[in-house]
């Protein structure tokens, strides 16, 4: 079983986010990136198919070569090879055929993506790659099995979870329940020793345009000043909760 897993490039959520140009483009200025989390548990699990049936597992990026660092960690992880298509990520379409390219390459049978990243938060990219690949698809996958061609998965839904069978060439958008935080893998020194004679393929991109683009962003207004109000006196409470911060 060949699997392909997508990494993002994401700003850390402890990074303090600025935008310049008149609030047009993010600052990436002191931002330390990532691992797109829902990516890395999707990796974490490809490393146990890697690990427990044989598979391959490489990861791909969409990005220029700031992004190269990310995928070393993905190697150090215990990816087998890289791909970064050397192009700026603009949008869900553009990266979805970017992504559809490379997975018809190096005909793959499983694509594991994150759900969404937690940098636009756009959750498109798996849904459109599986259009593109005429694929299978799953998203919000919290688990997987593989046996020979059949796949069976769950997926969370509103109030619960839905267990499916499909088949392969499948693509799923996972998140956390494919594995848990603590089975995720920090890379050790061998690892990352090996990661640097493992290969990380550039591509050029394909053609494709994006069909989107950001006008502005805004971060959220900060928070007001806190009022305290003696236990005792209920009736300024409510007034204050009805009046000021009109929630009742």
Known sequence: ???LVCISH??????????TDGDTKFDTNGVQFVIN?????????AMWFKEKQGASVDVVNVGGPETEPTLRKALAIGADTAVRVN??????????????KVVQDGSYDLVI???????????????????????????????????GTSA???????????????????????????????????????GIMMARKKPLNVVEPTS???????VSFEKPAPKGDVKLVDADNVGELVN??????KVI
């Open 1 to 3: 079983m060949k699997i």
């Open 240 to 245: 204050l909760l009805h009046n000021e911060a």
């Open 10 to 19: 994401v700003p850390d959520t402890t990074s303090k986010i600025n935008f």
């Open 152 to 190: 069976k998965a769950i997926r969370e839904i509103d109030g619960g979870k839905e267990s499916v069978s499909t088949s392969l060439p499948l693509v799923i958008g996972g998140q956390k329940g494919l594995v848990e935080e603590s089975d995720l893998r920090i890379p050790n020194m061998r």
């Open 37 to 45: 989390p829902n990516d890395e548990f999707g990796l974490t699990r």
């Open 87 to 100: 192009t700026e990520a603009k949008d869900g379409m553009q990266v979805a055929k970017e992504l559809a």
């Open 208 to 214: 494709a345009s994006a069909e989107t683009a950001s």
């Open 113 to 147: 993506a994150g759900r969404e990243s937690i940098d636009y938060n756009g959750g498109m990219v798996p849904g459109m790659l599986a259009a593109l690949l005429d694929a299978n698809f799953v998203n919000n996958c919290i688990s997987l099995e593989v046996d």
